[in-house]
């Protein structure tokens, strides 16, 4: 029901990206749901593609999250999704560059499977009607 | 479990107003009328006995009137409303108004303690409607704050059953309310609840067992009669307010475990009721989008975690419902089958 990552987008270099300060997330059963503040955009996200992202809460590159990725158990071909989630990453602006690898470890996710981010189709109102009324105001 | 009775005694200018409003425990001192009675309307709503244990989250509320907007417009960094801008400060928030009133709220440990100033052009231009907006703020920090996220639905309760029913404003939650109570169902509220855990299980609360009606639903409802006589409760609807047990006596309950999401449209050329299940991550993601998440990250991850619990918990529905279809007396029958 959402955009899924592009499979056929650009891989993203060598450069390090970090999760943005304003991008919120909350730990699920399966996985995570990410908020963009500034954008209004949940992200929903699956186990592995949550052992992923974490990685970039300290700030890595697609190359570090590629090998952690391996080391967790993921079988080449998946080196590509890996690839390409961190490149939904940067292409939904989730990440910030960032100068240096903080080489994280992360976490190893219970069992390894397609990393797969997922956007919801509608952003949540950037105005709303009242601080209890998150309808979108009629003058809006 | 202790049941702590609502309270509601207004300023007899030897002291403050005190108000119940689920677990907050409101204090109001300053400006007299029309003000203070605009407050005392607004905040009497709240008429629920808060039936959860534990000390009450104290809020102090002073207000003054004062010549002009006292500074800067907010840029809503925090939230952006039609009305009002908030921004965060280093202790709490501070809000600004379209025609320039002002709450700045500090954070306590266990409350918080508001200043609200009203320029005259709010009371000259009539604009009450902005302080409506600023009692909103003070009540939704407060809640948030001491662990409840205030959701925009009403709540439904029969046997375990327990329904939360979502849908825009002026979506039909007042009058999907009426039908289910009217079918033996108890209500809990027809647009505010709070949701929270007890011991781990999500629990809602209501916060006012009278629904907002409008004056037509009396074509659906005869038993409502005729409310047009009766005066609208706030300045931007044309809709009264009746009481749930004076209307359908023992048709009100305080809390429940939510066990069902119900999200009400009305298609155009829609006809009768009809229901049809939603996937998790659909109902999740309308749910998320029944209540507001301020931009602060501990809040929003707070608020999200709840409604996401609650989702996962619960089944959800697709309810459509077709122009004039509360005629038919059986028109929530297949709703009912689905729901018992």
Redesign the interface.
């Given at each position: 029901?959402g955009d899924t990552l592009a499979m056929d987008g650009p891989v993203p270099d060598g450069r390090c990206y970090v999760l943005r300060?304003?991008v919120?997330?909350?730990?699920?059963?399966h996985g995570a749901?990410l908020?963009d503040?500034e954008s209004k955009y949940?992200f929903?996200l699956n186990s592995t593609g949550w052992a992923v992202t974490q990685l970039f809460e300290s700030g890595t590159s697609a190359d570090t999250a590629v090998a952690r990725s391996r080391a967790w158990g993921a079988p080449s071909e998946d080196e590509a999704a890996v690839r390409q989630l961190v490149g939904a990453l940067i292409d939904f602006g989730l990440v910030e560059e960032v100068e240096a690898d903080a080489a994280p470890t992360g976490e190893v996710p219970a069992g390894w499977q397609t990393p797969t981010i997922e956007r919801?189709p509608q952003p949540?109102q950037?105005?709303?009607?009242?601080?209890?009324?998150?309808?979108i105001?009629l003058?809006? | 479990m202790r049941s702590i009775p609502a309270s509601r005694s207004p300023s007899d200018h030897a002291g403050p107003a005190r108000y119940r409003a689920g677990p907050l425990e409101l204090s109001v001192t300053g400006v007299g009328r029309p003000a203070l009675e605009l407050i005392d309307r607004t905040l009497a709503l709240y008429d629920v006995a808060w039936p959860i244990a534990g000390p009450a989250w104290r809020v102090e509320v002073s207000t003054r009137l004062v010549p002009e907007a006292p500074g800067e417009p907010a840029e809503?960094r925090y939230?952006?409303?039609?009305?009002?801008r908030?921004d965060a400060t280093v202790d709490g928030v501070r809000a600004t108004t379209a025609v320039g009133a002002e709450g700045v709220g500090r954070f306590l440990d266990s409350g918080e303690r508001w200043k609200l100033s009203l320029p005259r052009a709010m009371v000259e231009g009539d604009r009450w409607i902005e302080l409506?907006?600023l009692l909103?703020?003070v009540?939704?920090?407060g809640w948030r704050r001491s662990g409840w996220v205030?959701l925009?639905g009403a709540g439904l309760l029969r046997g375990d059953r327990g329904l939360i029913a979502c849908a825009?404003?002026g979506g039909g939650k007042t009058s999907f309310t009426v039908a289910m109570v009217r079918r033996g169902w108890r209500a809990l509220g027809d647009d505010?609840l709070l949701l929270g855990a007890m011991s781990g299980t999500p629990v809602m609360v209501g916060l006012a067992q009278t629904l907002n009606l409008d004056p037509g639903a009396g074509a659906w409802f005869p038993e409502i009669g005729d409310l047009s006589a009766q005066a609208a409760y706030s300045s931007f609807t044309e809709k009264r307010r009746v009481s749930i047990e004076r209307m359908w006596p023992g048709r009100v309950a305080s809390q429940a475990c939510p066990t069902d999401l119900v999200f009400l449209d009305r298609p155009v050329g829609h006809r009768g009721i009809t229901i049809r299940p939603l996937t998790q991550?659909?109902s999740s993601?309308l749910l998320?989008?029944?209540?507001?998440?301020p931009?602060d990250?501990a809040l929003?991850?707070d608020i999200?975690?709840c409604l996401?619990r609650v989702s996962?918990r619960c089944r959800g529905w697709q309810v459509d419902v077709g122009h004039d279809a509360y005629l038919a007396a059986d028109a929530l029958d297949a709703v009912d089958a689905v729901l018992l």
């Open positions: 029901m300060p304003d919120v997330a909350t730990v699920l059963d749901l908020l503040l949940f929903q919801q949540l950037r105005v709303i009607m009242s601080a209890f009324d998150p309808s105001p003058a809006e | 809503g939230l952006a409303a039609a009305q009002m908030v409506e907006d909103s703020l009540l939704t920090t205030p925009h825009q404003s505010k991550v659909e993601s998320l989008r029944q209540t507001v998440i931009n990250r929003a991850r999200i975690g996401w996962a």
